[in-house]
């Protein structure tokens, strides 16, 4: 069982940044792809970032434009999520999840093939 705790939200001005991080505890981490969703009110959960095990593939979002980052440190069990020149639209609730690493088997864009999740954090961007 692995639990996600994600942390680093908050209430900034459009155009500034922000840091995500989520820490995992209770498993292997570097067996596990790392993805970011987001869900704004009355909105569905949507893809953010993923990365691979090994850090070396990342895919985002096409509304990310540049904007995030995505990182992992297994060494510290924690990805990172570097959301820079934040716009209104980014306001949502932000969530880190894990899905097992399968070989032949890519990381995932559709929540439902993540086994673990966080319990989420908020990131309110004012214009």
């Known amino acids: 069982q692995v639990q996600l705790v994600e942390s680093g939200g908050g209430l900034v001005q459009a155009g500034e940044s922000l840091r995500l991080s989520c820490a995992a505890s209770g498993g292997t981490f570097s067996s596990y792809y790392m993805g970011w969703f987001r869900q704004a009110p009355g909105k569905e959960r949507e893809f953010v970032a993923h990365?691979?095990?090994?850090?070396?593939?990342?895919r985002y979002a096409d509304f990310v434009q540049g904007r995030f980052t995505i990182s992992r440190d297994n060494g510290k069990n924690t990805v990172y999520l570097q959301m820079n020149n934040l716009r209104p639209a980014d306001t949502a609730t932000y969530f880190c999840?894990?899905?097992?690493?399968?070989?032949?088997?890519?990381?995932?864009?559709?929540?439902?093939?993540?086994?673990?999740w966080g319990q989420g954090t908020q990131v309110t961007v004012s214009s």
């Open positions: 990365i691979s095990w090994s850090g070396s593939y990342k």
């Open positions: 999840a894990a899905q097992l690493f399968v070989a032949g088997v890519g990381p995932a864009t559709e929540s439902s093939k993540y086994d673990y």
